[in-house]
């Protein structure tokens, strides 16, 4: 009888353990996609304003330093994060 009761408080506590394990991991793939989120906002902010003040030095009428900036910030945002994420 006292085997079953210490298996029965065993497996209570196991469920408990891997309930706490999930939340853990959950949060952890939380933090991480936004982690990537913000470094993307990043990479393409910092790519839009190196476009932007280059087009301003020279005194562009047209901003395609600005425009082919923000492209290549997305390309590469995206390539960091696929390098990220993969496993």
């Excluded at 408080?9 to 933090?31: C, F, M, P, R, W």
Aim: with cysteine; aromatic share 10%; hydrophobic share 35%.
């Amino acid at each position: 009888m006292k085997e079953m009761e210490q298996e029965d408080i065993n497996h209570k506590k196991k469920d408990k353990t891997d309930g706490i394990e999930a939340e853990k991991q959950a949060l952890n793939s939380y933090v991480k996609y936004t982690g990537v989120a913000f470094q993307m906002m990043a990479i393409i902010g910092l790519s839009a304003y190196i476009g932007y003040k280059t087009d301003q030095y020279y005194e562009h009428k047209t901003q395609w330093v600005t425009a082919i900036a923000c492209v290549l910030g997305v390309i590469l945002s995206i390539y960091q994060t696929i390098r990220q994420l993969r496993p």
